[in-house]
């Protein structure tokens, strides 16, 4: 009878083990990240711009924006806001089943050494890089100089404005 049953039971311990390997898989895996709400007031300066979006984090692991590029700038840097003091950021946390929230008078991306100035209504191509996830390329439509959106609050959470 102790081989029937031994069988099975490293049967049960193979899958027991391969599940394991899946959640640790899976715990690995990049995060479900979506954008939103993305978009760059019409610069006034022909060296600097500013861009705002929201990062959606639809997974229980938490990711990292690190990096950003687009055709537009030499450079484009993510910046912290604390108080009043606009800072160059190595990485800013998108929470597991959160959010990160890029937008005027805050956190922001920061676009240096334009190549060009954009225009109201031209979209600009930034690509987005992460820790954990593949790049995302964002379409960002240049907004008014003095656009502001309805609520900072509700258009994070908008789903009109999908990306």
Known sequence: MRR????AVLMAGCL???GCGGSADGGDAAPDLSVQSAYMRQP?????????????????SSDD?????????????VHETSGQKMKEASSLEI???????????????????LKRRPKEGETVSVELRF?????????????????????????????????
Request: negative net charge.
């Open 95 to 113: 929470p597991a089943g959160g959010r990160l929230v890029l937008g005027s008078g805050g956190n922001h991306l920061m676009f240096e050494k």
């Open 131 to 163: 820790t954990k996830t593949d790049p995302i390329t964002v379409e960002m439509p240049v907004k008014s100089v003095t656009y502001q959106p309805t609520s900072s609050k509700s258009s994070s959470t908008s789903s009109s404005s999908h990306h």
């Open 65 to 77: 924006l690190v990096s950003a590029t687009s055709d537009i700038a030499e450079d484009v840097t």
């Open 44 to 60: 006034v300066t022909d060296s600097l711009a500013a861009g705002y979006l929201t990062v959606v984090n639809k997974s229980d």
């Open 4 to 7: 029937p049953i031994a069988p």
């Open 16 to 18: 027991a083990l391969t």
